[in-house]
């Protein structure tokens, strides 16, 4: 599987998949606001200048640090709304289960519905991948 480096950080790596139409997201440990939120638009500016086709976004959250409220309420209100404008069209996030990260993530799927953004939750990412696949 292809794959284009879109941002490689301590806390998060981002790429970009072409034959998936698809940008990863795993994020890594504990981050600041400001790292959040930058590289989440940094993807989105990304996608604009390059004239990329993002059908899916996956999010890998298996080693992802506590996310700040305020960071939840800026994807849902910033990010999500932008994205979907963008083109995106589905969504998988890859978590292990932890109750605090499924609270973080129920609240999200609620949002996600707002905008008719199909959002699933996996336990792998290959399972991620088939779900998108399934789509073509």
Same mark, same amino acid.
């Given at each position: 599987?292809?794959?284009?480096?879109?941002l490689?950080?301590?806390?998060?790596?981002?790429?970009?998949?072409?034959?998936?139409?698809?940008?990863?997201?795993?994020?890594?440990?504990?981050?600041s606001?400001?790292?959040?939120?930058?590289a989440?638009?940094?993807?989105?500016?990304?996608?604009? @200048?390059?004239? #990329?086709?993002?059908?899916?976004?996956? $999010?890998? !959250?298996? +080693?992802?640090g506590?996310?700040?409220?305020?960071?939840?309420k800026?994807f849902?209100?910033?990010?999500?709304?932008?994205?979907?404008?963008?083109?995106?069209?589905?969504?998988?996030v890859?978590f292990?289960?932890n109750?605090?990260k @499924?609270?973080? #993530?129920?609240l999200?799927?609620?949002? $996600?519905? !707002?905008? +008719?953004?199909?959002?699933?939750f996996?336990s792998?990412?290959?399972?991620a991948i088939?779900?998108?696949?399934?789509?073509k």
């Amino acid at each position: 599987m292809e794959e284009v480096v879109v941002l490689s950080e301590s806390y998060v790596r981002i790429t970009y998949h072409p034959d998936l139409k698809m940008v990863k997201v795993v994020w890594n440990g504990s981050f600041s606001m400001e790292q959040y939120q930058s590289a989440l638009e940094f993807t989105l500016n990304y996608q604009q @200048k390059e004239s #990329l086709v993002i059908d899916n976004y996956l $999010s890998n !959250i298996v +080693k992802q640090g506590i996310v700040n409220p305020s960071n939840r309420k800026w994807f849902e209100q910033v990010a999500l709304p932008r994205a979907t404008k963008q083109g995106l069209k589905r969504a998988a996030v890859v978590f292990d289960g932890n109750i605090f990260k @499924k609270y973080y #993530l129920n609240l999200i799927l609620q949002t $996600s519905k !707002i905008y +008719k953004l199909p959002l699933k939750f996996f336990s792998s990412e290959n399972e991620a991948i088939i779900w998108f696949q399934s789509f073509k």
